[in-house]
């Protein structure tokens, strides 16, 4: 079996750069995203709270009201 001579990588400062600048730019959009998947979550909390609130009031879509899908009228 033949063997081959090892293969020599060199990096230059210009490739160590280039690998850290990409490195703090990857961290940088996933801080990002962190941000604004935990920003808009609490929003819809708030949202969320507001419809239930007014849903008690409200009959349904489907003309039962509160009382009757609660207690069930058999329909």
Do not use: C, H, Y
């Not at 008690?56 to 509160?66: E, F, L, M």
């Amino acid at each position: 079996m033949l063997r081959r001579q090892p293969t020599t990588i060199t990096l230059t400062s210009a490739d160590v750069e280039l690998f850290e600048a990409n490195r703090r730019r990857k961290l940088w959009e996933k801080q990002q995203a962190q941000q604004q998947t935990s920003s808009p979550s609490t929003a819809d909390s708030q949202l969320g709270k507001d419809k239930n609130s007014n849903n008690s009031t409200q009959p349904a879509i489907n003309g039962k009201s509160k009382k009757d899908r609660i207690m069930g009228t058999g329909n």
